[in-house]
């Protein structure tokens, strides 16, 4: 994936990405097809779901990262399943561990089992605690725009906010306050949550935001590899657009041709 003309790279913690499509590594049949919708998307950072995925702490089991290796993929792992703060914490600390000092990470602190909604008192705790010791924070938070600021404020390394709840497929139900997050924010503004298809991933593009993170989308799809190169393309054309600046909505229709000005 090439960065449009007149644009520039997606920047998180110092690191420049060209992709702004960053993929799940869970629900998928097998490793091989995690590889194959991983390329499909044109993913350069990956999600991992630490306390679901083994990369090392089993060493009988197969491995993530032989198929997904970091020297090609940012790994970011995540603290998908925790429900405290501590928990969360936690996981992290035992993900730079396997991952050789490893400081990015995805914060998800859940509050919910139904709704899978994050829990934010505890997501704030935990981000507090994370930054504190020298971790890169890309935080999983619902979309209000005050909260978002807030976490932007602590040093988080990017603001996550949902779209509509986790494998909901709902698409983007709140656009305006996710415009909002985005016209504040000083840190990048992924969408995470809530993307069904490639029409989502485009709007959350044209919203303005730097990027979007999916999973169910594309690994519960019919085809996961071919949605993936059909998000990647969604992703690519959202920018774009975005870019361009579209023309303003209004209730009636001008003539392309107008009479003004003809002779007859």
């Known amino acids: 994936m090439s960065t449009p003309v007149n644009d520039k790279p997606l920047v998180i913690a110092g690191r420049q990405y060209q992709s702004r499509l ?22 350069e950072i990956v999600t991992v779901a630490i306390r679901r995925s083994n990369i090392g702490q089993d060493p009988g089991e197969p ?27 936690r996981t992290c600390r035992l993900a730079r561990e396997l991952l ?9 602190v859940l509050g919910d089992e139904k709704t899978l909604f994050p829990d934010v008192i505890q997501t704030l705790k935990a981000a507090e605690v994370l930054i504190d010791e020298g971790f890169d924070v ?14 932007d404020e602590m040093g988080c390394a990017a603001v996550m906010p949902l779209a ?46 730097d990027g979007v993170l999916m999973n169910t989308a594309i690994a519960g799809a019919r085809d996961p590899v071919r949605m993936a190169r059909a998000m990647r393309l969604a992703i690519e054309a959202g920018r774009e657009a975005y870019l361009a600046g579209r023309i303003p909505r209004k209730r009636f229709a001008s003539a392309s041709s107008p009479l003004d000005g003809t002779f007859f």
């Open 138 to 151: 890309m935080v999983y938070t619902n979309d209000d725009p005050i909260l978002a600021r807030r976490f």
């Open 22 to 43: 960053l993929t799940g590594t869970g629900k998928y049949a097998d490793l091989a097809q995690t590889r194959a919708a991983t390329d499909a998307a044109g993913a």
């Open 164 to 209: 509509a709840p986790i494998g909901s497929g709902l698409g983007i139900q709140n656009r305006w306050n996710i415009m909002t997050i985005v016209e504040e924010a000083q840190v990048p503004v992924l969408v995470d949550a809530g993307v069904g298809t490639a029409s989502d991933a485009a709007i959350a593009m044209e919203l303005g935001c």
């Open 100 to 108: 050789d000092g490893h400081t990015l990470v995805k914060l998800e």
């Open 63 to 89: 491995n993530l990262l032989d198929v997904l290796p970091p020297d090609r993929f940012t790994i970011l792992p995540n603290t998908a399943g925790c429900y405290t703060a501590e928990d969360a914490v």
